[in-house]
């Protein structure tokens, strides 16, 4: 099939999803768990296959860690899956319940949103994470992972459409894309697609995002903040500074500017340098940080920049509002986080902050939805509009109005002659 | 000032806007109702001079009605900002509460989106409906209106930004734009609007959907349908077809297809016909429309059309089914109503038609903000993510997540010698 083809026949299968009850996608999800566990065999093969072609290339090691997909890998997906089973059904839930007027009732509902194409790196986990996501939420989904992983996508993403089939779920509910070729595809098709979620490079995520009229959630940039405040606890400063950079530097919730206030740079820089200089990371200072201890030069071009490596650029400034318009300025709106003791500082600082994310006195690197109590996530989103920060199953939601008439026109009452009453009601749609 | 000088003004403004108490924003609510009523007869003298001019121009008698403002119109927006003024404060509502392990809490709290660009057309009210709403969500606003109301929408700018500047809202809160050239320019400002909604002609919409990064809440087509199901009630769905076609034929949620149970369509279409004469509306039917009444024929592009004129295409399906599909390849996924004494066939209905509004027994026309009880509304959103249908304040917000930790990081949690205890917290954000 076609990338349209594919595209329209999720459009159809997620109208008949959007309608699917509990039940059956509880069912559906245990049945691509039993299937997962009973093909393990076949699975670990393909991966095999990816994992022997990968060597060949000479694929790092790190990234042939993350391909890699073993029995620990599947008991691990199960385990997710045991977890959402468990979660209550996102679609259905009533927002809102009005009359609008005697034998007339308003009700704002949560429904699907439609369609979700997905890119994803090269861990086939993510995969399943996704798509057993997308299926207790009622969306369709278009998944293209990785091309090292192609063997094994293809055999999960077989094995997972084969038992949602034999449940009842509809076909054509789940979409696998194989080449770039298909992306491009993708990113024209607004008609049957609802949501893009790139999870990837930042370039690849700003291609995407300029390249298409279908919304886009994800995030580009995750330049993360931490500002240690005049009454901050050093120790507790140092610990903060050095988890949120060096936990792990390759993510987008790390660490990539330290912020200082100038009253206790002086105790808090050296504690800091040395704790950084123990895990190799390297140092670019502002002038005034330079004065205290002896780094690199940081310059504009280090405030507004990525670095995903063990690499922090430090400022020196006056006090909390320098910081939180450097944050302002420079930040990607992902996660900032203050370490100070003052609860009044903190407040303004989350107040002012505009990241999806604030944090006062714990580590950027919690900012996942993992962390977060969310379950599995699909992706972390910089976006100011439907979801920010860590997205889990809410994130693949939407709203109806469903309204119930008892024959009501709209005349009369533009004639003045009937009169809304606008009663809150204390009750969830009928339906369901 | 230029609009990239005015739409930084108003990111600066937004981020303390953001933070601002409910008394100081119903404080500069109740400022700028006093500002209106002190200002009336400069209003409307300004209003006077937009008339004449737009008389001389030629003005459409409906358009120069919707132009004028005179003291009932002043009256009539502060009847609005009364309303608005009994509204909760939307902003800083906890929508969850997590501790994820002893002394490190997450709060998902709401908070405004930030810069919203608004353009509208000639109604002077609006700017002040729009204008308010925005305050009251905490959000900054760039609002560009018709030319025909350029002096009446200066003054009331000026009335405004003064009146609230009295009460201590940031300057710049609120951006008067003047010229197309400068809609061109915003749509250009992706790091500092974060929103555009568009109201206007569908084409125009189209136009600033295809040419920003800048997400869109709007919609371009609003393609409405009424179904008479086999067990409709013959006099209500009479009554519904005429009222969603004829109330007021030049809106979006007016209907322009009418789709007809063929078990049903003998006996319904001629009564429809004659209701539908009656107001001048001609029909354009598909042919088994044909074989039961004598109308135009209707063509693959009528089901296309959105007339938003006193014309409605007309087709007979052969059952729920059909009509569903038919819906969700035509419509716009505006509004949908079915006319059905059966509780089932309508629950199925409003499962399947994808639409931000899906109605039963009752007309298209009633999807609108007021008329649902949101108070004012900024648009009519068929967008499928964030606010779909009539948007009032609800649609102005996004969230922040916010976590307190007591020195908490990452990497005991990563080792697995801490384990999360994501534990539901009964209580709301601490700040405010």
């Given at each position: 099939m076609s990338i349209t083809e594919i595209a329209a026949a999720a459009r159809k299968a997620a109208i008949q999803l959007a309608a699917a009850k509990t039940e059956q996608k509880n069912e559906a999800l245990m049945a691509i768990r039993k299937a997962l566990l009973d093909n393990a065999d076949a699975i670990i093969a393909a991966n095999q296959v990816d994992l022997e072609q990968a060597e060949k290339d000479n694929l790092a090691g790190p990234l042939l860690k993350r391909l890699k997909f073993d029995q620990s890998k599947i008991d691990g997906v199960c385990e997710g899956i045991d977890s959402l089973l468990k979660l209550?059904?996102?679609?259905?839930?009533?927002l809102s319940a009005t009359?609008?007027?005697?034998?007339l009732e308003l009700y704002k509902v949560t429904c699907p949103i439609g369609v979700i194409g997905v890119i994803f790196e090269s861990r086939p986990d993510a995969l399943v994470q996704i798509s057993t996501l997308c299926l207790k939420s009622g969306n369709a989904v278009l998944l293209k992972g990785g091309s090292e992983a192609a063997q094994t996508n293809r055999i999960l993403a077989d094995v997972i459409t084969k038992a949602t089939a034999a449940v009842g779920?509809?076909?054509?509910?789940l979409g696998l894309l194989e080449t770039r070729a298909d992306v491009a595809g993708m990113l024209k098709l607004d008609d049957d697609i609802d949501l893009i979620i790139p999870r990837g490079s930042n370039e690849f995520v700003k291609y995407i995002m300029d390249n298409s009229n279908i919304p886009v959630l994800g995030h580009?940039?995750?330049?993360c903040h931490v500002y240690i405040d005049a009454e901050a606890d050093i120790d507790m400063a140092v610990n903060i500074s050095v988890d949120s950079k060096c936990?792990?530097?390759?993510?987008?919730?790390?660490?990539e500017t330290l912020l200082v206030h100038e009253a206790i740079a002086g105790e808090f820089l050296p504690k800091a340098k040395a704790a950084l200089d123990a895990k190799n990371c390297e140092i670019r200072g502002c002038e005034k940080t330079r004065v205290i201890i002896d780094v690199k030069p940081a310059d504009d071009q280090d405030w507004k920049t990525?670095?995903?490596?063990y690499i922090l650029s430090v400022k020196v400034v006056s006090d909390l509002n320098a910081a939180i318009e450097h944050i302002n300025t420079y930040?990607?709106?992902h996660t900032d986080a203050i370490v100070t003791a003052n609860k009044a500082t903190a407040m303004t600082f989350m107040d002012l902050v505009d990241a999806g994310d604030v944090f006062w006195n714990?580590?950027?690197?919690?900012?996942?939805g993992f962390r977060y109590g969310l379950?599995?996530?699909?992706g972390i989103s910089t976006n100011k509009i439907h979801a920010r920060g860590p997205v889990g199953l809410e994130g693949l939601l939407i709203y109806k109005w469903r309204m119930i008439g008892t024959?009501?026109?709209v005349e009369p009452y533009a004639a003045g002659d009937k009169h809304f009453t606008h009663q809150k009601l204390d009750k969830d749609w009928i339906g369901g």
């Open positions: 209550e059904d996102p679609v259905g839930q009533t009359e609008l007027d005697a034998g779920i509809p076909d054509g509910w580009a940039d995750g330049i936990q792990y530097v390759a993510v987008c919730n790390a660490e990525e670095y995903l490596d930040g990607s709106g714990c580590s950027t690197r919690f900012s996942d379950g599995a996530e699909v024959g009501q026109t």
